[in-house]
């Protein structure tokens, strides 16, 4: 079993590694620090057996609308479901912070996390080609939580 959790600065550590083996982008624990104390409510990770095996980022953007600008699971935890309580917690606060739409960007060849966030409600809304510095296009999905 896992549980689902607010993040902790001890947990950064972990979270950064995570990110370092399952992400393309390299980030350093002071980006994750400052995540942190700017959103605090966003920020969840997931602890199994005393380990972090997973996490999501949240920020508020404008008005009613946050972003996930980074979800990730441990390799050796995927296809388990930890993703799906993840995010399924991270809509829960998010409602609970009176957003009223969720959005974020996935590279358009990432079939798995494109196939994980519609299964999560999100739909793909546009595409932006290259989109990230290594000229791969983005597509950009949304879930609205609550209409104005
Ligand atoms: C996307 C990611 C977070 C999913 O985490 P996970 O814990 O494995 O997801 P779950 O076990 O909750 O899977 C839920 C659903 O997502 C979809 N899914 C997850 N992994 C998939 C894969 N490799 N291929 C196809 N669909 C997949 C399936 O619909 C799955 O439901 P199912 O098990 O009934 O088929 C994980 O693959 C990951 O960390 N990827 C690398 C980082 C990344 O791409 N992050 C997103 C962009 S920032």
């Known amino acids: 079993m896992f549980e689902i959790r607010h993040v902790q600065p001890q947990d950064i550590f972990s979270v950064v590694k995570i990110a370092y083996e399952s992400l393309p982008e390299r980030y350093s624990p002071e980006v994750f620090?400052?995540?942190y104390e700017l959103f605090s409510e966003g920020f969840l990770v997931a602890e199994k057996l005393?380990?972090?095996?997973?996490?999501?980022?949240?920020?508020?953007?404008?008005?009613?609308i946050a972003r996930i600008p980074l979800l990730s699971v441990d390799k050796k935890f995927r296809k388990q479901g930890i993703g799906s309580a993840l995010i399924t917690q991270f809509l829960k606060e998010m409602?609970?912070?009176?957003?009223?739409?969720?959005?974020?960007?996935?590279?358009?060849?990432?079939?798995?996390?494109?196939?994980?966030?519609?299964?999560?409600?999100?739909?793909?809304?546009?595409?932006?080609?290259?989109?990230?510095?290594?000229?791969?296009?983005?597509?950009?999905?949304?879930?609205?939580?609550?209409?104005?």
């Open 33 to 35: 620090n400052k995540f």
């Open 95 to 148: 409602s609970l912070q009176n957003i009223r739409q969720v959005e974020l960007e996935v590279r358009i060849n990432n079939d798995a996390a494109i196939k994980f966030y519609k299964k999560h409600g999100f739909d793909v809304i546009e595409t932006v080609p290259r989109f990230y510095p290594t000229g791969e296009d983005a597509c950009i999905m949304k879930r609205v939580l609550r209409s104005c």
């Open 50 to 64: 005393h380990k972090i095996v997973g996490f999501i980022v949240g920020i508020k953007t404008s008005n009613g």
